[in-house]
């Protein structure tokens, strides 16, 4: 076989390879979409049912005060989870906190929140949304919130457990990282050594920040530190205000590093360090009750929600997703966030 045969052979091999790669991560959209429709036709049944359910994870079966389990798992965001080709798999974390929290507020059953968190941050806003409805629920219901912080929470993960009466930190997670960041390439240098000019038109002289083609002018600067330093304020007061801290005495410290979770405690900002054990035993004392359990709620599927989240995602795509899109980092949005990612 000659060697023009043999590059045939191996480029046909490597097209079926793509093609079973797509047609394996279409399907699995596709299993998604079934399994949603699957749970939606079962929540059709009677209220019990398209009410969810809730399950105990840990605590005691009998016990006299339910909490409500809140996960904030992930980096915090408003946009719905999708596969690579635009199928949506389930709410956005922000619409997930909201609906869990509209359950604990609406049933008998349901004692008061555990915000479990897990989250290296996110978006400013939904992270300031996600704390001002835990502050609306305490102050509306009267049940007690409490976080939990696990291996990571940080900036917008630690925003958001200020929220809460009281916070317990597992001893290895890492928390605080109060502070603000935005980043942005800029290829001024490579496009002047390989002769590419990035043409753009702009109707102010402002209009195109953080433009890539060119460097930054520092009444740019100016600018952009400007909404930096006033979004890090709300942090800061926000921290002050959940804590009933001084403000000063906040932003003293808080200079945008992580903490361990004695470190933590030792500058006010959690409440206790343990485990499973001295998390009980502060709901305990919050719901004044001898033994408690936190649940689970199940949210029912909306198949509809799914769709059309799908839809929107599938109508944002100039072109369809490459097998290399499916394996590539998520791309994030320009913007501001209260966010720890040393990867940035």
């Known amino acids: 076989m000659d060697a023009h045969k043999i590059l045939q052979s191996v480029f046909h091999v490597l097209a079926i390879l793509v093609l079973l790669g797509f047609l394996a991560l279409q399907g699995g959209s596709c299993m998604l979409l079934m399994s949603a429709m699957s749970e939606t036709g079962s929540a059709a049944g009677g209220p019990a049912e398209r009410a969810g359910r809730d399950a105990v994870l840990f605590g005691d079966e009998q016990a006299e005060a339910r909490f409500l389990q809140v996960p904030v798992m992930g980096v915090i965001s408003a946009e719905a989870k999708q596969t690579p080709f635009g199928f949506a798999t389930e709410l956005s974390l922000m619409e997930t906190v909201d609906r869990l929290l509209e359950h604990a507020r609406e049933s008998d059953r349901i004692d008061g929140v555990l915000l479990d968190i897990d989250s290296p941050g996110g978006a400013v806003d939904p992270s300031d949304v996600i704390f001002r409805k835990l502050r609306r629920f305490r102050e509306e219901t009267g049940k007690p919130v409490v976080a939990r912080l696990n291996g990571l929470a940080a900036s917008g993960g630690f925003y958001v457990a200020v ?151 599938l109508a944002g795509r100039s072109r369809p997703a490459s097998v290399l899109d499916a394996i590539a980092m998520p791309r994030r949005s320009p913007g501001l966030y209260y966010l720890w990612d040393p990867q940035l």
């Open 163 to 313: 929220a809460a009466d009281r916070i317990v930190a597992h001893p290895s997670c890492l928390t605080g990282s109060i502070g603000v960041i935005m980043q942005s390439f800029n290829f001024a240098g490579l496009f002047e050594k390989h002769g590419v000019e990035l043409v753009t038109l702009t109707s102010g002289p402002n209009k195109d920040l953080l433009n890539p083609g060119r460097r930054m002018r520092e009444e740019e600067r100016t600018i952009l530190m400007g909404i930096i330093d006033e979004t890090y304020t709300q942090f800061v007061d926000a921290v002050a205000a959940g804590r009933g801290m001084d403000p000063a005495a906040v932003r003293a410290v808080a200079d945008g590093r992580v903490w361990t979770a004695r470190q933590a405690l030792d500058l006010g900002f959690v409440d206790r360090v343990g485990y499973e054990e001295e998390l009980l035993a502060e709901m305990r004392d919050l719901a004044g009750v001898e033994t408690v359990a936190v649940v689970r709620h199940k949210l029912p599927s909306k198949l509809w929600e799914l769709l059309e989240l799908s839809a929107q995602g």
